[in-house]
């Protein structure tokens, strides 16, 4: 439990990498590291699939990304309709690559491919929380 | 080239906006076609595979009811999903099942009836075609993955929309010829480029419609094909590969790593390069992805893809003709149907069969039919 709290809507309430929701709550959006082989996950794995372990540590994601792209949603699936437009956004942190939505009041036409962002945690009504990019 | 397993029969049914009858209906529709082909009847079968994207039936366990309808008990079957490219996947169970001596004669039908369920159901569904737990939270559908391959592509490459506008006028001016499809009006440029943004830079003529739909392909054995067909058409290459189902786990955007890998091994088996494809039929979901196409089926260089649009030459009289029934743009795409569908229209085209969209003395023709945003790759050559 405690998964819940993830996102706009969550679909999925139960994970052994619960843990980043608490990390989000303390402001910091982490990844996680195997302590077997170094490989870093985001998002973040409870498991090493490489060398079959579940021996992960938290890592967080400091400093700036590129914009990998992104595009502005006019038209949302069920559950998002109050939330559009938003820009969805892929941005690469020195080779970790992170999913998920432009900060609000950033116009598309502020957005370019290779972009400087950071990336920080969103509080959401309703007990729930996120994260968001920001221009670095 | 491997002659070891054939194409005997294929049906397909009209595909519409709302089918008015069942699934076990709309399943008989492409099946009566394709057994009527191939001159078969339901004991000559030995077994049958059912293609869906399951999370759109209300029936639980369809293959069960389809299969007891069309006649094929006691035979055995079974269920077969790889989302939109099910009916692929169900062609090279099919054939493996073939090769391996373990059948003669396989049925592979392939349906969706979309509406049945309700549009928001529907949309409800597709957020969740994503990563549930990271990706789908930020309201991910679609048209806004396949709009981020676009925009990484364009960014690359310097491919543009009008590069993609082009590919839906050519896209609708074949599906003005195709009565099965779902779409049928001509499409120009201006219409395209001035339609409403869906998620940026895909507009709402890049994108295709869904559709209720069925597919049926009667696959033999060399020697009962021999015995059975005048025209078979054999498999010569089957390629199946898998990507991240995440954007965070794929290497690029601006091609899909699945379709290339599938490219490659289907060309391996068949023992042919890309020049040797005389007609083909790509996963045109969206405008981008028929663009994408190009380049990981080896039809241009990549980067490259838009100068074959815009010459001309993925046209019927092109060095490629490519998705000439209209593609999933203007037939529309029921999902487990679809892979089907471009099969039975290369099946088609290589029996010289194609009327108005015949390419003349096409001989070696190719299926690209993907799962899902790029995580199914399903590649498949056919010659006569």
């Known amino acids: 439990m405690g998964f819940e709290k993830f996102g706009q809507v969550s679909f999925t309430s139960q994970t052994r990498a619960a843990e980043f929701v608490d990390y989000l709550e303390k402001g910091e959006v982490r990844a996680t590291k195997c302590n077997e082989c170094g490989r870093v996950f985001f998002p973040p794995r409870a498991d090493c699939s490489w060398c079959m372990s579940s021996n992960v540590e938290w890592l967080e994601i400091k400093g700036q990304g590129k914009i990998d792209s992104f595009t502005k949603v006019n038209y949302a699936p069920t559950g998002f309709e109050k939330d559009v437009p938003y820009i969805l956004t892929l941005a690469d942190f020195d080779g970790i690559k992170v999913f998920g939505r432009m900060n609000k009041e950033i116009s598309e036409d502020n957005v370019k491919v290779g972009m400087a962002v950071k990336v920080a945690p969103l509080t959401l009504s309703e007990g729930k929380i996120t994260y968001e990019f920001l221009p670095a | 080239m491997p002659k070891d397993v054939a194409i005997i029969g294929v049906g397909q049914s009209h595909f519409v906006r709302g089918y008015p009858g069942s699934i076990r209906e709309l399943a008989f529709d492409a099946y009566s076609e394709a057994m009527k082909d191939a001159g078969l009847g339901p004991d000559d079968v030995n077994a049958s595979i059912i293609c869906t994207a399951p999370e759109y039936d209300k029936q639980r366990s369809p293959s069960g009811l389809i299969a007891e309808y069309l006649g094929l008990n006691p035979q055995p079957t079974f269920a077969i999903e790889t989302v939109c490219s099910a009916s692929s996947t169900g062609l090279k169970v099919a054939y493996s099942m073939i090769k391996s001596g373990l059948h003669d004669i396989v049925v592979v039908l392939g349906f969706q009836k979309m509406s049945e369920i309700t549009s928001a159901d529907s949309q409800e569904r597709m957020g969740r075609g994503a990563d549930i737990m990271w990706e789908s939270p930020f309201g991910t559908m679609m048209p806004a993955y396949y709009a981020m391959h676009a925009r ?233």
Not at chain 2, 219 to 234: C, M
Not at chain 2, 348 to 374: K, T
Request: proline share 3%; with cysteine; hydrophobic share 40%.
């Open chain 2, 152 to 384: 990484a592509h364009f960014n690359k490459y310097g491919s543009t929309p009008e590069d993609l506008a082009l590919i839906r006028v050519k896209a609708a001016k074949y599906g003005t010829l195709n009565e099965r499809a779902v779409y049928r009006k001509g499409v120009e440029f201006d219409q395209v480029m001035s339609s409403d943004i869906i998620a940026s830079p895909l507009k709402m003529f890049d994108c295709c419609a869904n559709a209720d739909g069925s597919s049926c392909m009667v696959l033999a054995s060399a020697d009962k094909a021999k015995e059975i067909s005048k025209k078979p058409v054999w498999v010569l290459g089957v390629g199946a590969a898998s990507a991240a189902m995440t954007m965070t786990g794929r290497d690029a955007l601006s091609g899909l790593s699945a379709a290339r890998e599938a490219a490659k091994a289907a060309y391996e088996m068949a023992g042919v390069t890309p020049q040797d494809i005389d007609v083909a039929e790509v996963h045109d979901c969206f405008t981008i992805a028929e663009l994408m196409a190009y380049e990981n089926l080896g039809f241009a260089e990549p980067g490259k893809g838009n100068e074959l649009i815009r010459n001309g030459e993925t046209y019927i009289g092109g060095k490629i003709p490519v998705n000439v029934d209209g593609g999933l743009l203007s037939k529309g795409h029921p999902i487990g149907a679809t892979g089907g569908s471009q099969i039975r229209t290369i099946v088609l085209q290589l029996r010289d069969e194609a009327g108005d969209i015949q390419v003349p003395g096409a001989e070696i023709g190719l299926v690209h039919n993907i799962g899902g945003v790029g995580i199914y790759g399903n590649v498949t050559i056919l010659g006569r």
